[in-house]
């Protein structure tokens, strides 16, 4: 990383730091004057259809509802996807909401694209120019979970409630939308539904056995007995 860049990172993260401290005095005093929280954009909050003083909640619920309308497994626009879930990305992460509200989207790819700005926060940033925090926390993990579903869930499509066990946070119930048409061994994502938002579930459907019917492909299967004629 050269020094340029370096030093812009610099400006990100004392630029966000400093918001905190002189926030309350509507800009005055600022080290890098009012002109910084100019330059933000609201291109993430457009994404998600949320305002600029939007809750951690209210923007939780946002990328929830629009990842399930716009995910690719249910027919939806990957580049949509991509958008809200970039968006998502920066507005659920308090360190980068602060850098994003201070200098924009254009600011933050300029001054760590090369480092990997869609995953560092204030503290990442800082870390990694002053060896300050220690390592970074891994991001959190998809939970995997196997779904039995009956041959009419799959052909007709159901939405079924689920319990699911979180680390850490007990059981809660999800709701497992099974599009129509599914086939066994079919992954269902569920977009947030993970570590605060943070990851997804993933299901994994399994087609219990039929007492009539069994399936190849978009083929239904009927064993017949037919009497054996008597000579």
Do not use: C, W
Not at 33 to 48: I, Q, S
Not at 119 to 127: G, R
Not at 170 to 191: H, S, Y
């Amino acid at each position: 990383m050269g020094v340029p860049r370096l030093l812009l990172l610099l400006l990100l993260a004392l630029n966000a730091a400093a918001s905190d401290f002189f926030g309350s005095a509507g800009g005055r005093g600022h080290p890098f004057g009012a002109g910084a929280r100019a330059r933000a954009d609201n291109e993430y909050y457009d994404a998600l259809g949320v305002t600029r003083d939007a809750t951690p909640e209210v923007i939780k619920r946002a990328y929830r509802r629009l990842a399930m309308k716009h995910h690719p497994d249910k027919g939806g626009d990957p580049e949509k996807f991509k958008e809200i879930g970039e968006a998502y990305e920066v507005l659920s992460d308090p360190g980068k909401r602060r850098i994003y509200d201070q200098v924009g989207k254009a600011a933050m790819e300029a001054g760590a694209g090369a480092a990997g700005a869609e995953e560092m926060s204030t503290a990442d940033i800082l870390s990694q120019l002053f060896g300050m925090g220690g390592a970074r926390q891994s991001a959190p993990q998809d939970l995997l979970f196997e779904l039995q579903v009956t041959l009419e869930d799959l052909y007709a499509g159901r939405t079924l409630p689920l319990n699911v066990r979180m680390p850490g946070q007990g059981e809660r119930v999800v709701e497992a939308l099974i599009p129509a048409g599914a086939v066994d061994g079919q992954r269902v994502v569920l977009p947030g539904e993970a570590h605060d938002g943070r990851a997804d579930i993933v299901l994994i459907l399994r087609q219990r056995r039929h007492r009539v019917y069994s399936r190849r492909n978009a083929d239904l299967m009927l064993k017949v007995p037919t009497p054996t004629p008597k000579p």
